[in-house]
């Protein structure tokens, strides 16, 4: 099948009579496209600012030297991140089409980086969703007046489980008391036990505030234990004993999958409506979160912490790696999301513009959220005794773990529970819109006569992820989605990171990619274009290549907690992160063997063109194209005119 053939519907045949060669005229299916602009910039903040920004950023920033951090995170941001984030967008609202279409017809060799990019996007929405489906657990038992992650009283609670609301009911009842082995018990008795003769209570515990020394025994907070245990059912399970299902979060994982098909159905015209809500009210959410939380004590501490410069860090190669990833993982690129979502911009829309402001917009949600959790990560510190350093152990745990420790210690729990866990949920799932609809782009693009059930397809991928999530709400679910999550959006979206900026700033030339840029209205001055190339030719791929060399050389297999994962399963890890990359040589090696086997693969088809000429991306009706038919016709040697 043709590539006309592949992009058109419907097809007229008029005999010219010389030659006997045939005239096709086709006619494009109408396109969706975005209503107005607002929508499009929305949509793209809606999908780039999601749970990282709330979890893994600031748990980064207290990992990397503190605000030390941002300045690793801001270079990457300009020399990496900007630059491929723009790329992205440029191509789609020039082509007007999804990354499998669009890579193909702009380097033919390189048919394959727009499969590994929808390959990438896939897997992540598979195990991303079942964060979303976490946050509505939580949300549906915050509801409930007693929050059971701060208790010990549960069914599954060991003896080393360790409440404080339970350890401040024991002080108020005795002054004498601490909560120990799941219950009240005379803190004089406890101090004997670990040999401090005749209840030495000076030795043995703080008595301004009757708590035992955190060293003198395993203390595991209730909210660790109830995510652990509770919410994913781990104890006891390994890979060779994966366990049964968890009900809960199955219904939740569909319920999620449900919202979002609904909010989808429609392609972009019920996106273009739904990220007026999914893109603005967590910021709502986040401003209360912040000024409830500045009014904690121990506040300042936990803000403090978030923004102080440890400068030594710096001189640590993770710090840049980890910088690199973050900016992957939260501007989303590699992923084809942005490529699709832009292909239904207007021809002229100014992207260069839309880039710059999501990409900062996204800069400071991320510190925002860090004075958000970071003042309430200083409380519970404080409430619990310990250092900063020991509350934090995970980016997950940070979400599910500390968050929920400190909650439950606030006035009216339920009430910020409820309204955090909200959050996060509209976050997720509004992460998760663009990336159902770069697949749905694709097979679109390929069968257009589809486009009339798009809802279906839409309705296919969702049933789809649906169905490949499910091992993860096992009990031993967890192992499978770090798993995932260690492999996927990791060192192998590095390469497709290379080989997208390759294919513009060498394949297809930089100074022809920018002059498509002036064709949409956007015309720079020297210093920026100057800019644009170096980093399209030189800065980005080069970071993105020592980057990837680093994250290899310094490899680990990946664990969850102190569970080491065995080797076979380490093998189907590098097998996922591998098969994100395998489109690429596929296509290469079937486009070799289709022929023609010289240059003219790196170069562009001469379907290549502005989506101003084909009538897609820009609401307007379409227009016809001609192709003459020969007898015989090389791939290569397509005309259009």
Not at 169 to 194: G, H, M, V, W
Not at 284 to 308: E, H, N, Q
Not at 359 to 374: D, P, R, Y
């Amino acid at each position: 099948m043709t590539e006309a053939k592949k992009w058109t519907s419907k097809t007229k045949r008029v005999s010219l009579g010389v030659g006997g060669a045939l005239v096709e005229l086709t006619q494009d299916p109408e396109r969706g496209s975005w209503a107005n602009p607002i929508e499009f910039v929305l949509s793209c903040i809606g999908y780039a600012v999601g749970i990282g920004n709330v979890w893994r950023f600031p748990y980064l920033v207290y990992r990397n030297g503190g605000g030390a951090f941002l300045i690793p995170f801001v270079l990457m941001l300009i020399t990496m991140g900007l630059p491929i984030f723009f790329l992205e967008l440029a191509i789609g609202q020039y082509s007007g089409l999804g990354p499998n279409e669009a890579f193909t017809r702009m380097a033919p060799a390189l048919e394959g980086l727009g499969y590994c990019t929808l390959v990438v996007i896939l897997l992540v929405m598979v195990y991303y969703m079942v964060i979303v489906a976490w946050t509505l657990f939580y949300t549906f038992v915050s509801f409930v007046p007693k929050l059971s992650w701060a208790y010990c009283d549960n069914d599954f609670n060991t003896n080393d489980c360790y409440s404080g609301l339970q350890g401040i009911q024991c002080q108020t009842n005795d002054p004498e008391t601490i909560f120990y082995n799941k219950t009240c018990i005379s803190a004089r008795l406890i101090c004997k036990n670990f040999g401090f003769e005749d209840g030495n209570v000076t030795h043995c515990f703080d008595t301004n505030r009757l708590e035992l020394l955190q060293h003198l025994y395993t203390r595991t907070l209730s909210s660790e234990e109830y995510f652990n245990d509770r919410v994913l059912g781990l104890r006891g399970a390994t890979w060779e004993h994966f366990g049964g299902i968890r009900w809960e979060l199955l219904g939740c994982l569909t319920l999620a999958w449900i919202v979002c098909f609904l909010c989808l159905m429609r392609g972009v015209q019920s996106i273009g409506k739904v990220v007026y809500f999914t893109a603005l009210f967590p910021y709502v959410i986040l401003t209360a979160l912040l000024i409830r939380g500045v009014t904690l004590d121990g506040a300042g501490d936990g803000s403090l912490w978030f923004i102080t410069l440890k400068w030594s860090k710096l001189k640590s190669t993770s710090v840049w790696a980890d910088a690199a990833s973050q900016v992957f993982y939260s501007l989303g690129i590699g992923c084809g999301s942005l490529i699709t979502l832009s292909s239904y911009s207007n021809f002229n829309n100014n992207c260069h513009r839309d880039a710059i402001i999501v990409t900062f917009t996204n800069l400071a949600t991320s510190i925002f959220a860090g004075f958000v959790i970071f003042s309430i990560m200083g409380f519970l510190a404080r409430q619990v005794g310990m250092p900063i350093d020991d509350v934090i152990k995970s980016g997950a745990g940070l979400a599910f773990i500390a968050y929920p420790e400190a909650v439950a210690r606030m006035p009216l729990p339920n009430l910020w529970a409820v309204l955090f866990f909200v959050m996060l949920f509209i976050l997720g799932i509004g992460s998760q819109f663009a990336g159902v609809q770069a697949i749905n782009t694709a097979i679109l693009d390929l069968r257009p006569d589809l486009r009339k059930h798009e809802s279906y397809v839409v309705l296919g991928i969702c049933v789809t992820c649906w169905l490949l999530a499910i091992p993860m709400v096992f009990d031993g679910g967890i192992y499978l989605f770090t798993l995932m999550d260690w492999n996927t959006a990791s060192w192998a979206i590095l390469l497709i990171g290379i080989a997208e900026v390759g294919v513009v700033g060498w394949c297809y030339g930089c100074n022809k990619f920018l002059r498509n840029i002036a064709e949409m209205q956007m015309r720079f001055s020297l210093l920026l274009r100057r800019y644009w190339w170096l980093s399209w030719v030189v800065l980005a791929p080069i970071t993105c290549l020592v980057v990837f060399v680093y994250q290899i050389c310094t490899y680990e297999m990946p664990r969850y907690g102190e569970y080491i994962f065995p080797g076979w399963v380490n093998a189907i890890g590098i097998l996922i992160g591998l098969s994100t990359l395998a489109p690429m040589p596929f296509f290469f090696i079937r486009r070799l063997w289709k022929g023609p086997r010289d240059w003219s693969l790196f170069r562009p088809k001469k379907t290549w063109g502005p989506a101003a000429e084909k009538g897609t991306g820009n609401g307007n009706s379409s227009m016809a194209t001609t192709k003459i038919s020969q007898p015989y016709r090389n791939e290569s040697q397509e005309d259009y005119i």
